[in-house]
């Protein structure tokens, strides 16, 4: 497990280094502008004026569609690591208790049931936290603090409010989830295969239940997270956007959208809302199991 959370943190430097190069092309003055003009010529120096032109004109595409784009990228790769990192420690939690009868000796001492959830809640939060929220701050602060310009503070905050609910509501709705899977397992081995198998079926199930309608496609905790993504990065209106500001680079983007959908805007027709109304009730439904389970412990 302290691999992988190394790897989570591995993906805070990457996106740092992406930010800080993306910074120095920007940067008229910088050492790798000069380089990069010396070592490529003519044709080298008018791509990188270009955007440098672009950047200074269209900041609010050009700065926080990056940081877009990469903290979008991230909701790909912590839904992996998060799966790996709960198989990892999911025995651990309420089924070690159970197989083991320490809930009768906790149950004993002046500790409610709540008490006792909550400190297991906040056990798996805090490492899911690792792995979803702590790239997107530290990438965002540390990758802003050596860009050019204190601006980009300003233009990429929309991109870390994004990545912020996003994480946010993925560390509580997993969180919850992980400890009905732990509460529901018998013996401390099980609650391993539970959370794999789980996650298995709870993705065919959805996929074909999906057929009928989106909306029981959610009942897929990651699929959920998928389209909240979507939703809240709206990369297919960011490429949009970006086509019509970039006349010096004609069809650099072309036919990038033809299999992306472009969403209308989901405050309107509730496609925002759907997937958090989802993993709120999966959520709630996680903790009335694990509290049903602890209480004929």
Not at 130 to 138: A, Q, S
Not at 194 to 210: C, E, N, P, Q
Not at 239 to 248: E, K, N, R, T
Request: proline share 4%; glycine share 6%.
């Amino acid at each position: 497990m302290r691999a992988f959370l190394i790897l989570s943190l591995a993906q805070s430097l990457i996106l740092i280094g992406v930010f800080f190069f993306f910074g120095q092309l920007v940067a008229p003055d910088s050492s790798l502008i000069a380089w990069l003009e010396s070592v490529g010529g003519t044709q080298v120096t008018r791509f990188l004026n270009g955007i440098t032109s672009w950047a200074l004109l269209y900041p609010e595409i050009c700065v926080d569609g990056l940081y877009r784009v990469m903290f979008f990228l991230l909701s790909y790769s912590c839904p992996f690591i998060s799966v790996v990192v709960v198989a990892l420690f999911a025995h651990k939690l309420i089924a070690n208790d159970l197989a083991s009868q320490a809930i009768v000796i906790y149950s004993s001492k002046a500790l409610t049931r709540w008490d006792y959830i909550i400190g297991k809640f906040g056990v798996v939060a805090c490492i899911l936290s690792v792995i979803w929220l702590l790239p997107v701050t530290v990438s965002w602060v540390v990758g802003n603090a050596l860009a050019p310009d204190w601006s980009f503070f300003y233009h990429s905050f929309p991109s870390l409010l994004r990545g912020l609910a996003l994480g946010l509501v993925a560390v509580v709705t997993l969180s919850c989830f992980t400890l009905m899977v732990s509460s529901l397992a018998k013996k401390t081995g099980t609650a391993v295969v539970y959370w794999i198998l789980g996650l298995l079926v709870l993705d065919i199930i959805s996929d074909a239940v999906g057929l009928v309608s989106p909306v029981l496609g959610y009942i897929d905790p990651f699929d959920a997270l998928e389209s909240l993504s979507n939703s809240l990065y709206r990369i297919p209106d960011l490429i949009s956007d970006a086509q019509g500001m970039l006349p010096f680079f004609p069809g650099l983007f072309a036919g990038a959208t033809d299999n992306m959908e472009l969403e209308e805007l989901p405050l309107t027709n509730g496609e925002f809302l759907v997937p958090i109304i989802v993993l709120s009730l999966l959520s709630v439904a996680s903790i009335v199991v694990v509290n049903k389970r602890i209480r004929q412990s």
